[in-house]
């Protein structure tokens, strides 16, 4: 499966899953880094692994749909099958997500339904959750809605503050993404009708 990351900052979801595929037996190739914005630093840590990357800089595009075109023609000239978005700041259009549906997976830092949008660790710590976590999940039209694959859970500790708890999320999320990518590349988690549906010991 050649699948391209698309970020738009640090990029440290997009490092875990590039050292993840370098594994002989792991069913995707990173095959693009794509960028909306040149400045992501994480277009440096990409090129240092020496994975291919693009910039499609949304500010260079007149409308959303220009701008996902240009991100389209860019996959398709890459031979890019499978996406992951990985801190990419940009709301897709329908357009865009229906194109790629089943295809398409974000990682998102909470527990889905809980604390979708921004800002997801302050309203964990305002609102007393004593876990919290985060999810990759197929994308679907409505914001960090779509059918979960996979999460994993940390406990929210006393005197945890926003970054302290947010570190804690991080590491999981390193680990979790590349484990969701291979369920989805090797076939054991599929997106049918809707659902995930998983199979091989499910
Ligand atoms: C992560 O917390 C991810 O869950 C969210 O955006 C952040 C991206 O961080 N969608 P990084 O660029 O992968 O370091």
Redesign the pocket.
């Known amino acids: 499966r050649r699948v391209a990351i698309l970020?738009s900052?640090?990029?440290?979801?997009?490092v875990s899953l590039i050292e993840a595929a370098r594994a002989g037996d792991y069913p995707a190739e990173i095959a693009l880094v794509l960028s909306n914005r040149p400045d992501a630093a994480?277009l440096d840590r990409a090129k240092e692994a020496g994975i291919a990357t693009c910039v499609v800089d949304h500010k260079a595009h007149p409308t959303r749909e220009d701008f996902e075109q240009a991100m389209d023609a860019a996959l398709a000239a890459h031979g890019i099958e499978f996406i992951c978005l990985?801190?990419f700041m940009r709301v897709l259009t329908d357009w865009f997500v229906e194109r790629w549906s089943g295809r398409m997976v974000n990682?998102?830092?909470s527990l889905l339904p809980l604390f979708r949008g921004t800002q997801t660790h302050r309203r964990a710590l305002e609102e007393g959750v004593l876990v919290h976590g985060?999810t990759v999940h197929f994308v679907v039209p409505e914001l960090d809605a779509g059918p979960i694959i996979a999460q994993a859970v940390v406990p929210v500790v006393p005197g945890d503050t926003e970054e302290s708890l947010a570190a804690r999320v991080?590491v999981q999320?390193h680990k979790l993404y590349p484990h969701a990518l291979r369920m989805i590349c090797d076939g054991t988690a599929r997106l049918e009708n809707g659902r995930v549906v998983f199979s091989r010991g499910w």
Request: glycine share 24%.
């Open positions: 970020i900052g640090r990029g440290s979801n997009m994480g990985a801190g990682i998102h830092p985060c991080i999320e």
